[in-house]
C-alpha cells in the first residue's frame, strides 16, 4: 500500500525538494529548482545494493551523452542515506555496483521526497516511479512500476523527445510508437486526415 501526502498529475508543478546527493564520489546539497531551464528525468527506485536497481541506475548513466544532448538531466532518488549512495558507487558493477555514474544519487533518507510524489509504501521504500519534468517545472510524463519491474531507458528517451517535439510544435500532436522524423498528426479534424491517410 502506497501512503499518500497529495495526488500528483501530470500537468502538475513538481514538487520541489532539497537533499543531500553523491556526485563525482562528493556529497553535494542539491534543490529540483535549481534545474529549471533544463528537462529532469526523475527516476525514484527502491534501494541501494539490490537487483533491479543497478541495472536501471546504470543503463540510463550509460546514454547520458544522448540525455544531455537533449537539454536534460538525470537524477536518482532512494530512501537510502548519502553514505549508503557513496558505498555502492564505490562497488564495481562485475558486483552488483554502480561504478562510474554521470548523474547524482539523491538521498531520501526522511523519505519526505517519496512522500510528496506519492510513491512511499508501507514499509518505507519508494515505488519504481519514473517522472519527465520540462524546463518550466511541470510534469509531463509519469510512469510508475511495482518493485519488480525494470523501466525502459529508450522508451524514456522516446517520450522526452515527443514531448518536446509538442512543446515545439503546438499544432503537432505525435502517435502511437513515434519516432523523431516520423510523421506527426496536425491537431484538427481536416488536416489530421492526411496523417490517417498515409498509415
Given at each position: 500500500m502506497v501512503l499518500s501526502e497529495n495526488c500528483i498529475?501530470?500537468?502538475?508543478?513538481?514538487?520541489?525538494?532539497?537533499?543531500?546527493?553523491?556526485?563525482e564520489q562528493e556529497f553535494k546539497q542539491i534543490k529540483l529548482s535549481d534545474y529549471l531551464g533544463k528537462y529532469i528525468i526523475l527516476l525514484f527506485y527502491p534501494l541501494d545494493f539490490t537487483f533491479v536497481c543497478p541495472?536501471?541506475?546504470?543503463?540510463?548513466?550509460?546514454?547520458?551523452e544522448r540525455i544531455k544532448s537533449l537539454n536534460a538531466e538525470?537524477?536518482?532518488?532512494?530512501?537510502?542515506?548519502?553514505?549508503?549512495?557513496?558505498?555502492?558507487?564505490?562497488?564495481?558493477?562485475?558486483?552488483?555496483?554502480l561504478g562510474h555514474l554521470n548523474y547524482p544519487l539523491v538521498s531520501d533518507?526522511?523519505?519526505?521526497?517519496?512522500?510528496?510524489?506519492?510513491?512511499?509504501?508501507?514499509?518505507?521504500?519508494?515505488?519504481?516511479?519514473?517522472?519527465i519534468i520540462d524546463q518550466e517545472g511541470i510534469i509531463q510524463h509519469s510512469l510508475v512500476n511495482n518493485l519488480d519491474v525494470g523501466r525502459s531507458v529508450e522508451e524514456t528517451l522516446r517520450s522526452l523527445q515527443a514531448i518536446q517535439y509538442v512543446q515545439n510544435h503546438p499544432d503537432e500532436v505525435c502517435p502511437a510508437n513515434w519516432q523523431p522524423g516520423e510523421s506527426t498528426i496536425v491537431s484538427n479534424p481536416v488536416n489530421s486526415k492526411e496523417y490517417f491517410r498515409s498509415i
Open positions: 498529475q501530470v500537468g502538475d508543478r513538481a514538487p520541489d525538494f532539497s537533499a543531500t546527493a553523491v556526485y541495472t536501471e541506475i546504470t543503463a540510463f548513466s550509460d546514454v547520458y538525470v537524477l536518482a532518488i532512494s530512501v537510502d542515506s548519502e553514505y549508503c549512495h557513496l558505498a555502492w558507487l564505490q562497488m564495481d558493477r562485475d558486483s552488483g555496483g533518507l526522511t523519505k519526505k521526497i517519496s512522500l510528496s510524489y506519492n510513491l512511499l509504501m508501507e514499509d518505507g521504500k519508494a515505488l519504481r516511479g519514473l517522472f
